[in-house]
């Protein structure tokens, strides 16, 4: 037997949390000031994205192209690279292939350290928090600064990202205020929490940093392979400025966010800001193909990641994942996310997407609790917009953990027993018969405690005590199935037969 | 028409008076309902916890206890969702084709409450009555598996008597998810408290649905705080009438 694709190793980069989610998100419950910023700020993001969707009357013909795309490139992703990296190199760039977090960091800290300087700027980048890129610079006397406005608030407020696309969701503007007069040199010490007053903070900071960087870092929403294109689509141009005023550009991608055509950047152009900002086209969309003498960086570099992917394609029912867009839609419209933010998933990729994405990546059983955290209600699914069936990879990955962890704990032979005793119509009245024995646990038809793991349920609800009668029992009474309760049955009988004759 | 009722194993359980309304309903309306006594579980609970191979034999059992029944119906948009969309992946996945394709057609002869009253029998009126004030939360699985859509609604706003008011944020799950509601205990609780908090607002004195599991949910909350609201199946409310 082959040795299995690895996945992304243990020990670095972002993809595992230190706690299970259920326990990490009871200290993210208790937080009212969280829940409030996540519910006023997904709940304004959900609407701006409900009315720009609607406005589009082939939204649905979108996703099913989107989808289509990405399974055509996956399933031919082998040739798509290798042209991709033609591509790039007769165009002026230099491809470099990572197995791994800790291959690509040592490719891009080595380059960056080759130029001589000390200090980069990033473009916003999920692959690169993933990989843990900005602690390996700093190790090698690499300082990197996030110009995003948002990942520069949870830079300075020595965070973590919590949103894929608004990674300070989980701060309000009284919050930024704080982190910017604790943190940010030479910040005015009358600064205001107008988002005016914070943006022009931000922009005096970052703008020597603009004009001073040797080293620009990003990541990629798309890369096209018949041409060897990259293109980076953001709100604020600090993007554009990374992209465009150093002297180097590295650029970090995971091996799936390519695309075979410039022709179908045309449905993810519209999928994409509509899905993720609400808005129609996002204010900047960068694009660059290699090296052009005079303008720009003289020197590109592209990183392709594995990091687990490959290992995630390799299963038929959990690829899909390697779908995203990284829109984040799924984020906004998931009541669990909503009410537990993002930390608590442990990984950079939060919410639906990752609860099927992290564990994947590092293998179900470094992240098991995560297939667990959803109620399956479905929202994820309507709202993304390449169609991953979030619910059915949730259960396929649940399934995946199950058999991984064998047949020897409770929940295992509790499952078991269950089936083996509904699988009998015998076995199941009998059980039936059985469980009125609760009925002594009941108050006016109410249990108000039960023993573990029920209690979590009875630690907020009550459980209704068994009825006198199941209903098979009653249909058996009434409806002259077995003995038992046949004297009452008759009189219902009766009355149904009356009935019968009333409405004829 | 004959009719076989699919009464699932919690409504048989713990709320057998879901069961008798939907019959009553269903005979009322001039149909002859049956109930197949070796009926047990559609395995939902094992296939959504990743126990698909305790599910199989639930699946084969199912599928063979209907087979010869011409129309299905279930009280629970949830359990005809499993049967639905479930079944077939199931059998497949350990490789019973015969299964898979013997499920799936069964899938297309099963009928949740409301779709069958609409689409099959044509109906919006049932001729109910029911003198209370009702608001209604349409269960996740109802509405994004099934997409039943507006189809309880239609039958709700035709019942007499009934004052029916929106639920704000109707479409947001009210937390359960089976074993969710024990595995992520808190995380459960949190949306609960935000789905009691909207049908308080409506001032309903009844929280109906399509689905036993999420009206247990969401009653069992409400029954703690002695809200004064209670939660009533739709089968219940349209089986109702003014004998």
Not at chain 1, 76 to 97: C, I, K, M, N, S
Not at chain 1, 134 to 146: K, M, P, R, T
Not at chain 1, 233 to 247: A, D, I, K, Y
Request: proline share 6%; charged share 20%.
């Amino acid at each position: 037997m082959a040795s299995p694709i690895p996945t992304a190793p243990r020990g670095v980069g972002h993809l595992r949390g230190e706690e299970p989610f259920p326990v990490a998100a009871r200290r993210a419950l208790a937080d009212p000031q969280l829940r409030r910023n996540l519910a006023r700020a997904t709940s304004t993001i959900r609407g701006k994205r409900a009315a720009v969707v609607a406005e589009l009357p082939d939204w649905e013909q979108l996703r099913t192209a989107g989808q289509a795309i990405k399974a055509h490139t996956l399933r031919h992703l082998d040739g798509y690279l290798t042209e991709l990296e033609r591509q790039v190199t007769a165009r002026g760039g230099t491809v470099h292939w990572a197995a791994d977090a800790s291959a690509a960091n040592q490719i891009v800290t080595g380059l960056v350290t080759a130029t001589g300087a000390g200090e980069v700027v990033k473009v916003k980048s999920i692959v690169t928090d993933e990989i843990g890129l900005n602690e390996a610079l700093a190790q090698a006397g690499v300082h990197a600064i996030e110009t995003d406005l948002a990942e520069l608030i949870v830079q300075l407020g020595r965070d973590r990202p919590s949103h894929i696309l608004v990674p300070a969701i989980h701060r309000n503007r009284a919050e930024i205020r704080d982190i910017f007069l604790r943190e940010m040199p030479g910040v005015d010490p009358g600064l205001t929490d107008s988002p005016a007053a914070l943006a022009e903070a931000a922009r005096r900071y970052l703008r020597r940093a603009f004009l001073s960087a040797q080293v620009g870092i990003s990541g990629a929403n798309f890369a096209i392979a018949e041409t060897g294109t990259l293109c980076v689509v953001e709100s604020e141009g600090n993007g554009r400025m990374c992209l465009t005023l150093p002297e180097t550009l590295i650029t970090v991608m995971g091996i799936e966010k390519l695309i075979p055509c410039w022709r179908d950047l045309e449905v993810f152009l519209q999928l994409l800001p509509r899905s993720s900002t609400g808005e129609r086209m996002n204010p900047y969309t960068s694009m660059w193909t290699g090296v052009t003498p005079g303008d720009g960086p003289q020197a590109f570099h592209l990183v392709l990641l594995d990091n687990g992917r490959t290992a995630t394609l390799a299963d038929p029912a959990g690829r899909q994942a390697l779908h995203c867009i990284r829109c984040s839609a799924c984020l906004n419209v998931c009541p669990v996310y909503e009410r537990t933010g993002g930390h608590a998933y442990g990984s950079v990729y939060p919410g639906p997407i990752g609860a099927v994405l992290s564990p994947q990546l590092t293998g179900v059983s470094d992240n098991a609790s995560l297939p667990f955290a959803s109620s399956l209600c479905g929202a994820c699914y309507d709202a993304c917009p390449v169609k991953i069936d979030i619910p059915s990879v949730l259960v396929h990955l649940r399934a995946r953990e199950v058999a991984a962890a064998g047949h020897a704990h409770p929940e295992a032979i509790t499952m078991a027993a269950a089936s083996w005793v509904m699988a009998s119509p015998a076995r199941w009245a009998a059980a039936q018969h059985a469980s009125r024995l609760g009925r002594v646990l009941g108050r006016a038809g109410r249990i108000r405690r039960l023993p573990p793991p029920l209690s979590g349920w009875t630690a907020a609800r009550d459980a209704p005590a068994p009825p006198a009668q199941t209903f098979r029992q009653w249909w058996q009474a009434e409806r002259g199935g077995a003995a038992g309760g046949r004297r009452a049955g008759r009189t219902r009988r009766q009355w149904w037969r009356a009935e019968r004759r009333g409405r004829q | 028409m004959r009719v076989a009722l699919f009464v699932t194993c919690l409504a048989d359980t713990l709320f057998p008076d879901v069961g008798k309304a939907t019959v009553r309903l269903l005979e009322r309306l001039g149909h002859q309902v049956e109930f197949p006594q070796a009926q047990t579980c559609c395995g939902q609970m094992h296939t959504n916890s990743g126990y698909l191979r305790d599910a199989l034999p639930l699946v084969r059992h199912f599928t063979e206890v209907f087979a010869g029944c011409a129309a299905i119906v279930v009280p629970s948009g949830s359990c005809t969702g499993s049967v639905r969309h479930q079944h077939a992946m199931v059998a497949r996945r350990f490789g019973d084709e015969a299964l898979a394709r013997r499920a799936g057609q069964l899938a297309a002869r099963t009928w949740e409450l409301s779709e069958f009253l609409t689409d099959v029998l044509g109906l919006d009126d049932v001729g109910a009555y029911y003198p209370h004030r009702v608001t209604y939360h349409p269960t996740c699985h109802s509405l994004r598996l099934l997409r039943v859509a507006d189809r309880p609604l239609r039958l709700l706003r035709n019942v007499a008597g009934l004052d029916l008011v929106e639920l704000p944020d109707a479409e947001v799950c009210c937390g359960f998810g089976g074993t969710f509601a024990v595995k992520n205990a808190d995380v459960s609780t949190a949306m609960l408290a935000d789905k009691m908090r909207s049908v308080l607002a409506t001032g309903a004195e009844v929280c109906t649905a399509g689905d036993s599991s999420c009206l247990m949910h969401i009653g069992g909350g409400l029954s703690r705080l002695r809200a004064g609201t209670r939660t009533v199946h739709l089968a219940e409310i349209l089986a109702s009438t003014r004998d």
